[in-house]
């Protein structure tokens, strides 16, 4: 299986500042790679497809980039909302999907 | 509204049964490949089974594989996770997920609507 690593595992930042965090395949997964929000006790939402692709209703301070092995989710400038952890998750090797561990985002 | 509603989670006995049941609206869910996701106590996302939207193609995580089914009935709109031979280890909070385009590749794509999980608790 394809193994995902996300560092760092967690942050702590400003409102206003700008994040970011990093994704790692353990082998090239092309542009296979969506990013997810989860809040404390809610379901997982998707915030970018196909590596850079934002979908629909997303602000647009996120931002995704990368292809190969190595992707960065990128948030311009930090809202209280942001609050959360993230996912990466390849679908390469579809239909063995795997997610990375997370990042959490904390309030410094 | 596009929206995902999970049942059938609870306190089930090791090496016991259960089954999990997902009802979609607001969208043609007969066109949909559909997904299962799991996440422990204060863990990260498991993928844990697909079915696309014919059911003439279903796959499993190892973690499950031979214990788990997934199905669905698109009559009835609703996907459905039978759960056999419980483990300890199977203790998560349980998601259906769609995945956000239809067609042959849609495998490659992600989940864009979520249900809210239901918990399925392994004890004794």
């Known amino acids: 299986d394809i193994q995902m690593t996300q560092s760092p595992s967690s942050l702590s930042a400003s409102i206003g500042d700008r994040v970011t965090i990093t994704c790692r395949a353990s082998?090239?997964?092309?542009?296979?790679l969506n990013w997810y929000q989860q809040r404390p006790g809610k379901a997982p939402k998707l915030l970018i497809q196909a590596a850079s692709s934002l979908q629909s209703g997303v602000p647009s301070r996120f931002s995704g980039s990368g292809s190969g092995t190595d992707f960065t989710l990128t948030i311009s400038s930090l809202q209280p909302e942001d609050f959360a952890i993230y996912y990466c998750?390849?679908?390469?090797?579809?239909?063995?999907?795997?997610f990375g561990q997370g990042t959490k985002v904390e309030i410094k | 509204q596009v929206q995902l509603v999970e049942s059938g989670g609870g306190v089930v006995q090791p090496g016991r049964s259960t089954r999990l049941s997902c009802v979609a609206s607001g969208f043609p869910f007969s066109s949909y490949i559909m997904h299962w996701v799991r996440q422990s106590p204060g863990t990260g996302l498991e993928w844990v089974a697909v079915?696309?939207?014919?059911?003439?193609?279903?796959h499993y995580a190892d973690s499950v594989k031979g214990r788990f089914t997934i199905s669905r009935d698109n009559s009835k709109n609703t996907l459905y996770l039978q759960m056999n031979s419980l483990r300890v280890e199977d203790t998560a909070v349980y998601y259906c997920?769609?995945?956000?385009?239809?067609?042959?590749?849609?495998?490659?794509?992600?989940?864009?609507?979520w249900g809210q999980g239901t918990t399925v608790t392994v004890s004794s």
């Open positions: 079915i696309s939207s014919d059911e003439s193609y279903k």
């Open positions: 997920a769609r995945v956000s385009s239809i067609g042959t590749m849609a495998y490659y794509y992600g989940m864009d609507v």
């Open positions: 082998q090239s997964i092309n542009s296979y």
């Open positions: 998750q390849q679908t390469y090797n579809t239909p063995r999907s795997t």
